[in-house]
């Protein structure tokens, strides 16, 4: 009942920033839309509970809640790369692919260490949901650009997010490896101690 709760409120919040976007600020319809699209993911990335999460680790050091998970990730990714085909620009079609190529690391990562994967959880639960919508409404954009004179403004703030996009999946990346920069850093420093130690 509690998660009914939790998700009726991020429905109230976002459908509040659409309003407040499009009835105050004067924003166009879709843009409003796209952004309360993203506003409801990132809360419900952030107080969503994923049950899989909390499967226990197998011999292998891998679970079937963490291998489907992957192969989600890797379907939506896929549909990502989908997408960017269909995209005219040059410029957006290099910014998605350096996307993908993130997702890529992060998902191989994940899949190579299933420990990673409590790091990487909000990638998973709302990063590439939100991704594969806003690329959804671009596509729909364009191929609608000659009819909506309203449509520009829109692209261009679109465009912007996704530079968003890219920074907070390098960020997952980097979060992915701050453990191992660690572990490396403190063998270097016994390294070090140990060579001191030795007189040389």
């Known amino acids: 009942m509690k998660k009914v709760f939790t998700h009726i409120f991020h429905l109230l919040f976002s459908i509040g920033a659409f309003s407040l976007l499009f009835f105050v600020l004067g924003l166009s319809a879709i843009l409003s839309l796209i952004i309360g699209l993203f506003l409801f993911f990132i809360l419900s990335g952030f107080t969503g509970n994923n049950v899989q999460e909390e499967l226990p680790m197998h011999k292998g050091n891998t679970t079937s809640g963490i291998d489907s998970l992957l192969q989600a990730g890797f379907e939506k990714l896929s549909s990502l790369e989908h997408k960017s085909v269909q995209i005219d620009k040059e410029e957006i079609r290099l910014k998605i692919g350096r996307i993908y190529r993130l997702g890529q690391k992060i998902l191989d990562t994940v899949r190579d260490n299933p420990s990673d994967y409590r790091a990487a959880r909000q990638f998973f639960n709302y990063y590439l949901d939100a991704t594969n919508s806003i690329l959804d409404k671009y596509v729909t954009l364009q191929n609608n650009r000659d009819h909506l004179s309203i449509a520009e403004d ?34 270097l420093k016994v390294l070090a101690k140990t060579i001191k130690s030795e007189g040389f």
């Open 154 to 187: 829109s692209f261009q703030k679109t465009e912007n997010l996704l530079d968003t996009i890219e920074v907070a999946y390098q960020k997952q990346l980097e979060k992915l490896f701050e453990d191992d920069v660690m572990d490396l850093d403190t063998e």
